[in-house]
C-alpha cells in the first residue's frame, strides 16, 4: 500500500509557521503564563523540523535530538511554572511589563 | 689587628643611645656617648702604635661586599700614615667635643637624640677615614653627610634650623652627584675601585693617552669635594649650617667633616697627580674661596658666622696647598685647623652658653672678667688662626703660602693678603666679644668645667701642634720638597697677620668711633659684603626658582596632575565609565526587551551564515 508521502517542505513549512507564532507571542502576549506557552510552541515547532529531516534523512539523530528537547521542556516546565507561583504569590500579578525590577 | 673595632664602638653607642635612650639617666647617656668615643681613641692610640713605623699601609679585608662580573668590592680597612693622621684627630678631636658637649646640652631637649646623632657621626666618619676603596669611602661620605643634616636641624621645630638643614643637605647633593660620576667612571677605567690598585694601574698607564679621562674623574671628584668641603661654588650651605648647637659646629663643621674633600683629594693624589689642569682647578677655586669667604667674614656680626665663613676660608687655604702639590701642607692646615677652629667654635659656645643664647656680636663686650678661661683661650686661637709666629696655624699656613710662593707669587700674595683678612676679622670678633664694654643684658657667667676642660686642652694643641711636622710624618706618602728653605715667605705672611690684628685692634679697642667712619665711608661696599655678595640671591633668582618654577608647574602641575593623573588614571576610569554608561541602558528589565535583543541576535547570525554561504553537510 503506497500513500503518496507528505512533501518534506509542508513539514518545514508548518514548523516555521508555528515557531514564528511562538515569537510572535514570546514578544506581544503580556501574561507570563501565555509567554511560557508560547516557548513551549517553539520548542516543538524545532522538534517538527527535527523529526521531519531525521524521516526523511532516514537518520536517527532527529529523534535524538527531539527527545533531548522534551526532557529539556519538561524540566523547564517545572522550574518554569515554579518561578510564575512565586512571582506571583509575591508580587500579585502576572503582568510581564510589571515584572522588570532586575535594572540598573 | 681588627680595624674595623674603630669605628664599632662609637656605633655601639648610637645604638644604645639611640634604641634606649629615653629610658636611660642624663648621665649614663653621656658615660655611652663619651665612652664609647674614648674607647675608640685608646683603641686607635693602642693599634698605632703596635703598628708604627707604618711605612707601608696596613690593609684589613672584613667581608666582600660586591661581586658583580669584573668588580670585586670588598669592605676594606686600611691604615697608613695619612689614616692614622685623620684617625687622631677625628678620635681625638671628638673625644673633646662629646665632653664639652656633656656641658653644653645639659638643659636642651633631646639629649639623648644628640649624642645618638653624634656617635653615629663618630662611625660614619671613621668608616670614611679608614676606607680602602672608593665604595666604602662614598658610604662614610654620605652617612656623615646625613649625620650633619639630622644635627644641623636638630632644633627641628624652629624653621630657619630645618631650611638649614635641608640647604646643607641639598647642597651636598649636588657635590655629591659629581662624586658618584667619577666613582662610575673610575669603575669603567680601573675596573676596580680599591685605591692601592688604583694607584699601580695609573703609574703604569702612559699619560699622554690619558690625561683627557684622568681630568674628567679628578674634576667630578673634587665637585664632591667643593660640597662637602664647602668651597665656590657650593659653600652656602657652611654658614647656614650653624643653625645646629655649637658643638655640632665644632666637630662637623670646622674640625672634621668638612676636611673629608681635602682627606679625599690628598688620599685619591695619585689621579690628581696626573692632570695638571684638576690641579690647577684645585688651586685656584681654593685661593678664591679663600679670599671671598675672608671678605664676607669681615662684616658678619653673628660670632658663629664669622667663624663658619672663617672655616670656609681655611678649607680654601688647604685646597690651595692641594692644588699646588703641597698635600702634606694641605694635611698639616687640616690638622692645626681642626685644633683652632674647634677651639674657636668651642669658646664661642661657651659665651653664647653664657650670655643664655646670645650670638650676635653687638650684644657681647667685656666679657674677659666674667669669662677668664674662655678669653684667654679664645685669644690663643684666635692668635694660632692668625698665624701668630710659632703658633700651630704659624707653621702649617707657612707650609702652604711657602708652596705657593714657589709654584705661583701672585697666589702667595693673594694668600698672604687673605691671612691679614683672617687676623682681622677674627680678632674683629675677639675684642667685640671681650673687650669693650658689656652691651647687653644677661649676667654673663664661666662655663662648666666639662667645658673648661676641653677647651684648655685645645688651647695647649692650638699653641704647639705646629711643632708636630705633619709633612714630615706624611713623607713616605709624600715627598718633602727638596728646595731650600726660604724664610721670605714666613716672615711676609706672618707680618700680614700681625698687621690684620692691630687694625682690628685700632678699630674696635682704641678708637671704636673709627670704624663706624669707615664703615659709612665704604657704603655700598659694606652693604655688598654684609649681605655676602648677593650669592645666596642669585643662586635663588637663576637656580632655585626657575627650577622651583619648573618642578610646579612643568613637572607637578601638567605631567603629573595634568598627564599622568587627568589623562591616564582619571582618563582611564572615565572611559570605562562613559562607556559603562551606555552599555547599562541594555538592562532595563522588561523581558520583552531582552527577548527582542536574542531575536535580532539570531536573525543576524543566520543572515551572516547565509551570506557567507553555510551549508548543511
Known amino acids: ?97 510589571e515584572v522588570d525590577s532586575m535594572k540598573l | 689587628m681588627t680595624l674595623w673595632l674603630i669605628p664599632f664602638f662609637p656605633l655601639l653607642g648610637f645604638l644604645i643611645n639611640g634604641l634606649f635612650g629615653k629610658r636611660l639617666s642624663k648621665p649614663a647617656v653621656s658615660l655611652f656617648a663619651v665612652g664609647s668615643v674614648a674607647l675608640s681613641f685608646i683603641y686607635v692610640l693602642i693599634l698605632l702604635s703596635k703598628l708604627y713605623p707604618l711605612t707601608t699601609p696596613y690593609t684589613e679585608h672584613d667581608f666582600t661586599w660586591i661581586h658583580s662580573g669584573f668588580l670585586q668590592v670588598g669592605f676594606d680597612l686600611t691604615v697608613d700614615r695619612l689614616t692614622a693622621l685623620m684617625l687622631m684627630i677625628v678620635t681625638g678631636v671628638g673625644l673633646l667635643i662629646h665632653t664639652y658637649a656633656t656641658g653644653y646640652m645639659q638643659h636642651e631637649e633631646g639629649y639623648a637624640r644628640f649624642f645618638s646623632y653624634f656617635n653615629l657621626f663618630m662611625f660614619f666618619m671613621l668608616v670614611l677615614v679608614l676606607a680602602s676603596n672608593l665604595l666604602v669611602l662614598f658610604v662614610g661620605w654620605e652617612g656623615v653627610g646625613l649625620c650633619s643634616y639630622l644635627l644641623v636641624g636638630f632644633y627641628y621645630k624652629e624653621k630657619f634650623a630645618s631650611d638649614a638643614a635641608n640647604k646643607a643637605f641639598i647642597v651636598n647633593r649636588i657635590g ?32 699622554e693617552t690619558n690625561a683627557g679621562i684622568l681630568t674628567a674623574i679628578t674634576l667630578l671628584l673634587f665637585a664632591g669635594a667643593t660640597g662637602k668641603s664647602a668651597q665656590i661654588p657650593l659653600y652656602v650651605w657652611l654658614p647656614d649650617a650653624m643653625a645646629g648647637p655649637t658643638p655640632v659646629s665644632a666637630l662637623i663643621h670646622a674640625a672634621t667633616m668638612v676636611t673629608a674633600g681635602v682627606y679625599m683629594v690628598a688620599r685619591t693624589a695619585f689621579l690628581y697627580n696626573h692632570s695638571t689642569i684638576a690641579m690647577s682647578v684645585v688651586a685656584v677655586i681654593g685661593l678664591f674661596t679663600a679670599v671671598l669667604a675672608a671678605t664676607i667674614g669681615v662684616a658678619q656680626n653673628d660670632i658663629k658666622r664669622v667663624f663658619a665663613y672663617s672655616t670656609v676660608s681655611q678649607l680654601g687655604y688647604m685646597f690651595l696647598g692641594l692644588g699646588l702639590g703641597a698635600y702634606s701642607a694641605g694635611m698639616f692646615h687640616v690638622m692645626t685647623h681642626a685644633f683652632f677652629k674647634a677651639l674657636l667654635f668651642l669658646g664661642a659656645g661657651s659665651v653664647i652658653h653664657g650670655l643664655g643664647g646670645e650670638q650676635d656680636l653687638r650684644h657681647m663686650g667685656g666679657l674677659r672678667k666674667s669669662m677668664p678661661i674662655t678669653f684667654v683661650t679664645l685669644g690663643i686661637a684666635s692668635l694660632a688662626i692668625s698665624g701668630f709666629p710659632f703658633l700651630s696655624g704659624f707653621y702649617s699656613k707657612d707650609a702652604i703660602l711657602s708652596a705657593a710662593y714657589e709654584h705661583a707669587p701672585w697666589m702667595f700674595w693673594i694668600g698672604a693678603l687673605t691671612a691679614g683678612l683672617t687676623a682681622f676679622y677674627v680678632f674683629r670678633a675677639f675684642f667685640l666679644t671681650f673687650f669693650g664694654t658689656y652691651r647687653g643684658h644677661h649676667h654673663p657667667h664661666e662655663s662648666p668645667l666639662s667645658m673648661t676642660f676641653p677647651l684648655i686642652v685645645l688651647a695647649i694643641l692650638s699653641a704647639i701642634g705646629g711643632f708636630f711636622s705633619v709633612p714630615h710624618l706624611l713623607a713616605p706618602l709624600f715627598p718633602l720638597s727638596t728646595g731650600p728653605e726660604n724664610i721670605t715667605p714666613m716672615i711676609i705672611s706672618a707680618s700680614f697677620g700681625i698687621l690684620g690684628i692691630l687694625i682690628a685692634y685700632v678699630f674696635y679697642v682704641a678708637n671704636p668711633a673709627l670704624a663706624e667712619t669707615v664703615r659709612v665711608r665704604a657704603g655700598g661696599l659694606y652693604t655688598l659684603v654684609l649681605n655676602k655678595y648677593y650669592v645666596d640671591e642669585i643662586y635663588a633668582a637663576f637656580i632655585v626658582r626657575p627650577l622651583e618654577v619648573l618642578s610646579r608647574y612643568g613637572l607637578w602641575k601638567a605631567v603629573d596632575v595634568g598627564l599622568i593623573d587627568g589623562a591616564v588614571v582619571d582618563g582611564g576610569g572615565r572611559l570605562v565609565r562613559s562607556v559603562g554608561g551606555l552599555l547599562r541602558q541594555l538592562q532595563s528589565g522588561s523581558i520583552r526587551n531582552y527577548a527582542t535583543w536574542v531575536m535580532a541576535g539570531s536573525l543576524i547570525v543566520i543572515f551572516v551564515l547565509g551570506l557567507v554561504g553555510g551549508s548543511v553537510r
Not at chain 1, 500500500?1 to 518534506?8: A, C, D, E, R, Y
Not at chain 1, 511560557?36 to 523540523?49: D, H, Q, R, W
Not at chain 2, 662624586?179 to 692601592?196: K, N, Q, S
Open chain 2, 176 to 207: 655629591d652627584f659629581g662624586f658618584l660620576l667619577g666613582i662610575f667612571l673610575v669603575v669603567m677605567t680601573f675596573r676596580t675601585l680599591d685605591f692601592g690598585q688604583i694607584a699601580s694601574a695609573v703609574s703604569s698607564m702612559p699619560v
Open chain 1, 1 to 97: 500500500m503506497h500513500i503518496s508521502p507528505v512533501p518534506l517542505s509542508w513539514y518545514l513549512l508548518l514548523s516555521a509557521l508555528l515557531f514564528a507564532l511562538g515569537v510572535a507571542g514570546f514578544l506581544y502576549r503580556k501574561s507570563i503564563i501565555t509567554v511560557f506557552m508560547s516557548i513551549e510552541l517553539m520548542l516543538n515547532a524545532v522538534n517538527l523540523t527535527f523529526i521531519s529531516f531525521s524521516y526523511k534523512l532516514r537518520q536517527i539523530d532527529g529523534h535524538i535530538y527531539a527527545f533531548f528537547v522534551m526532557v529539556v521542556a519538561a524540566a523547564e516546565a517545572a522550574v518554569g511554572l515554579a518561578i510564575i507561583l512565586t512571582i506571583f504569590k509575591n508580587r500579585g500579578t502576572l503582568q510581564i511589563d
